[in-house]
T-cell receptor, first 115, second 114 residues
Framework: ETGVTQTPRHLVMGMTNKKSLKCEQH?????MYWYKQSAKKPLELMFV???????ENNSVPSRFSPECPNSSHLFLHLHTLQPEDSALYLC??????????????FGEGSRLTVL | QQQVKQSPQSLIVQKGGISIINCAYE??????FPWYQQFPGKGPALLIA?????SEKKEGRFTISFNKSAKQFSLHIMDSQPGDSATYFC?????????????FGKGTHLIIQP
């Protein structure tokens, strides 16, 4: 496997469910990101981990909980979501440090539908 | 407050024509301006990027023009091909701004007609 891999690619969940999105990068990078992509909106940065330390949380509701056990893996734990949380969730990686945050390598995304 | 404004929202160009997408920014601390290309079912991929110390950067058929005084930059696709049909996002970064990350435009859906 090369690049950034996200699973599952599609997820349908009810508002009371608990699920997790997984991301794995094979690029030797030290920073990982979660972005939310909704139609006709800019990509929204949710969380950033630099060298496994969370350095950004853009006022994301607590029903989204990130986890970064090592520099290659990133999770997004989901619980009691709302229908407006339906979107494409993109994972990305970059070399560590703010200077590299513009050169992102994205996965193909996890399409989430909340019923 | 949207810090990077992108236009047009959608664009149709004939094969062989020039596609032009424009972006404007507000934050003068931005110092890195990439363009990302996204095909359906795929994640965005870095296409080309520029820093404000130059006014133009060209890679193959893709050119970024940058106007620092106007706080604008644009992507030009020369000899546009049907395979260029995708959504294009401009973005901006303050590389000295800690972990703020990229600020993206809303995207332009480009269709190249054969």
């Amino acid at each position: 496997e090369t690049g950034v891999t996200q699973t599952p690619r599609h997820l349908v969940m009810g508002m009371t469910n608990k699920k997790s999105l997984k991301c794995e990068q094979h690029l030797g990078h030290n920073a990982m990101y979660w972005y939310k992509q909704s139609a006709k909106k800019p990509l929204e940065l949710m969380f950033v981990y630099n060298f496994k330390e969370q350095t950004e949380n853009n006022s994301v509701p607590s029903r989204f909980s990130p986890e970064c056990p090592n520099s290659s893996h990133l999770f997004l734990h989901l619980h009691t979501l709302q229908p407006e949380d339906s979107a494409l969730y993109l994972c990305a990686s970059s070399q560590g440090g703010a200077g590299w945050a513009g050169e992102l390598f994205f996965g193909e995304g996890s399409r989430l539908t909340v019923l | 407050q949207q810090q990077v404004k992108q236009s047009p929202q959608s664009l149709i160009v004939q094969k062989g024509g020039i596609s032009i997408i424009n972006c404007a920014y507000e934050n003068t601390a931005f110092d890195y301006f990439p363009w990302y290309q996204q095909f359906p079912g795929k994640g965005p991929a870095l296409l080309i990027a520029i820093r404000p110390d130059v006014s133009e950067k060209k890679e193959g058929r893709f050119t970024i023009s940058f106007n620092k005084s106007a706080k604008q930059f644009s992507l030009h696709i020369m000899d546009s091909q049907p395979g260029d049909s995708a959504t294009y996002f401009c973005a901006a970064l303050n590389s000295g701004g800690g972990a703020d990350g990229l600020t993206f435009g809303k995207g332009t859906h480009l269709i190249i007609q054969p």
